[in-house]
T-cell receptor
Framework: TQLLEQSPQFLSIQEGENLTVYCNSS?????LQWYRQEPGEGPVLLVT?????EVKKLKRLTFQFGDARKDSSLHITAAQPGDTGLYLC????????????FGQGTELSVKP | GAVVSQHPSRVICKSGTSVKIECRSLDFQATTMFWYRQFPKKSLMLMATSNEGSKATYEQGVEKDKFLINHASLTLSTLTVTSAHPEDSSFYIC???????????FGSGTRLTVV
């Protein structure tokens, strides 16, 4: 069974600080997606990375896929209260019939 | 594009009754729909995968007779929680696959409270 270990699970920081969330696995994924979810809503896709070593930027968010496609990170620069939410990584593998394997999630709180 | 509409957003039901949750793909044909359960401040737990026109595939530990899934058309999948009990109270989310291999879109979720 493929697993994605996401850390940290809880993060409380002040506005303006930087942070990094990690997703690690011993298995190879064909793709890795990052989602953000607000309370009472479904997850919203932030980015999909598919190539080992790939780096994608979305404003203050930087996403990286490990060279071996076993790990990924999300870095937020100068966090703002609007970044507060649950961040989820999800891996897709060719042998999983289209299923996404989700990490445990990171509950981020950015205080003004 | 690629929108999944999930209804109802909230439902309260009495213990022992059944509740149906619907997910409709509005602008694409969802041959595959995934159903998840989520506990507060926790990640999504996959319950089952439904494919249009065939039986759903349930994850280990998920009771097939309690969580009935029907995917009779390319735009509609339903999850029925039968004989609901308070421990079934949770946030249920569906996800439609609009494009292989990376295209997934999630419904807005259903908060089920069983009293």
């Amino acid at each position: 069974t493929q697993l994605l270990e996401q850390s940290p699970q809880f993060l409380s920081i002040q506005e303006g600080e930087n942070l990094t969330v990690y997703c690690n696995s011993s298995s190879v994924f064909s793709s890795l997606q990052w989602y953000r979810q607000e309370p009472g809503e479904g997850p919203v896709l932030l980015v999909t990375v598919v190539t080992g070593g790939e780096v994608k930027k979305l404003k203050r968010l930087t996403f990286q896929f490990g060279d071996a496609r076993k790990d990924s990170s999300l870095h937020i620069t100068a966090a703002q209260p609007g970044d507060t939410g649950l961040y989820l990584c999800a891996g897709g593998a060719d042998n999983q019939g289209g299923k996404l394997i989700f990490g445990q999630g990171t509950e981020l709180s950015v205080k003004p | 594009g690629a929108v999944v509409s999930q209804h109802p957003s909230r439902v309260i039901c009495k213990s022992g009754t059944s509740v149906k949750i619907e997910c409709r793909s509005l602008d694409f044909q969802a041959t595959t729909m995934f159903w998840y359960r989520q506990f507060p401040k926790k990640s999504l737990m996959l319950m089952a995968t439904s494919n249009e026109g065939s039986k759903a595939t349930y994850e280990q530990g998920v009771e097939k007779d309690k969580f009935l899934i029907n995917h009779a058309s390319l735009t509609l999948s339903t999850l029925t929680v039968t004989s609901a009990h308070p421990e079934d109270s949770s946030f249920y989310i569906c996800s439609g696959r609009w494009g292989a291999p990376y295209g997934y879109t999630f419904g807005s979720g259903t908060r089920l409270t069983v009293v």
